[in-house]
């Protein structure tokens, strides 16, 4: 206890901020990788061979691709090609693509419970495919993802963990432990106090989730 | 599910509709073509394209010390696995126990292990643990992290399998006179395992990702004999192309065998 107390006073606003930038990279990953899955989502129902085809190796390749792997191409081989992209953005660009790609899949699981009946008469009614889409299909996709989309933000954000294996000019929660660790001998006290937070953090963001589930869900 | 989506939206399109599909067809494969043919020229006005970051591919010994971290990378990954599924039991069987001192406990310890990142584990087993005396082989210090992380998740699975068996399998266990014990082991678990075998599958390509990190550790797995391929060859963006190709087949292909596997069986 009182390592805590003493990690409290030497390190508590470095903590605060770590987890303030934990926050920060999971959030702005999520939203833009959320649209993106959209986006991808849509396209890949148009009856484009080629585009079609395109966007299928997209999803398998960065949903398979292990979030390190691609972060590190994106740091250090991107340079060898003329593209240069700071750290911080470096990180978000890797969740947000590794976000869209899963959200394609569950969004495409929720679109399957979409009753066929339904778009024979949206289709009916003389709605265009894409009207179909956007204002009968989407929407109940939508409902029925919250759930898969919830334990996506999760692990998303236990992934921004990824970003301590780049000089990010702050620190989030992981690469503070790891100096702490290296600096002094709190190491315990801290991996402790940044493991309680990720795990406070999960427990809420879960929570909002089962919230919202709640509120949307379709009962069939 | 009767017919796919895609093909009542677009199943009877008219003469017209047919060939605006094809011409944005014909549109779409040639912007395609040209983004392929754009990053050609960036790899080759890089220089990326010339013999001397490539022709080490050529040699077997390169492929047989990629080869060597794959097996590495599927050592700690197997290891990892048995962990996870083995301490994932105990930790269900935890989570479901009548008594609160043992139920409780397992609850905090899935949250724990389930909310905390692996990579955040791998640091604590790095770089906290030798410092109150306890030391780990770097292949320990990677696998037993990914084994604990995944165990919490695998017991929430399990947890869900259990739960979806149904209750007059419990009781018409109980009736014949099976002990608690005989009824979750013989009855109900085995039951569950059909369900989840999918689910179970799907976590090692989280497993088989995670144990990316070896390189943190310096473990010789996939990742880390890329880095040392790239010391020896100055070639960064070959090698991280391969061993990003690489990682990717061997995930497609389990989530291929989980999609297999999670069909029904009868």
Known sequence: ?220 | MSRPLEEILFGSPSPRARAITRVVSGIAAAALLALVAAAAMRFHEAGQLEARFWNFFAWPTTWAFLAKGLLGTLASAAMAAVIALTLGLVLMVGRLARPRLVRWPSIALIEFLRGTPTLLLIYACFLVLPSIGVKLSTYWMLTLPIGLSTAAVVAEVYRAGVLAVPRGQTSAARSLGLTEAQVFFLVVFPQALRYIVPALVAQLVIVVKDTTFGYVVTYGELMQNARVLIANYHSLVPVYLVVAALYCLVNYAISRASQRLGRPMH
């Open chain 1, 1 to 220: 206890m009182d390592e805590v107390a003493r990690l409290l006073t030497d390190y508590g606003p470095a903590f605060g901020q770590a987890l303030f930038l934990t926050w920060k990279l999971t959030l702005v990953s999520f939203v833009p990788g959320f649209v993106l899955g959209v986006v991808v989502t849509v396209l890949r129902l148009f009856p484009l061979p080629p585009l079609r085809w395109a966007l299928t190796l997209y999803v398998e390749v960065f949903r398979n691709i292990p979030g390190v792997a691609l972060l590190i191409f994106i740091v250090f081989a991107l340079p060898d090609l003329n593209v240069l992209i700071d750290y911080e953005h470096s990180v978000i660009l890797t969740l947000a693509l590794i976000c869209s790609a899963f959200t394609a899949d569950y969004l495409r699981t929720g679109i399957n419970t979409v009753a066929g009946g339904q778009i024979e008469a949206a289709l009916s009614l003389g709605m265009r495919p894409l009207r179909v889409i956007v204002s009968v299909v989407l929407p109940q996709a939508l409902r029925a993802v919250v759930q898969p989309m919830t334990s996506l933000l999760i692990a998303l954000m236990l992934s921004t963990s990824l970003a301590s294996q780049v000089p990010l000019p702050g620190r989030e929660l992981t690469a503070l432990v790891s100096k702490i660790a290296t600096d002094s001998a709190a190491g315990m006290a801290a991996f402790a106090l940044a493991a309680a937070m990720y795990v406070v953090t999960g427990l809420l963001i879960g929570w909002a989730g089962a919230a919202l589930e709640k509120k949307l869900r379709i009962l069939r």
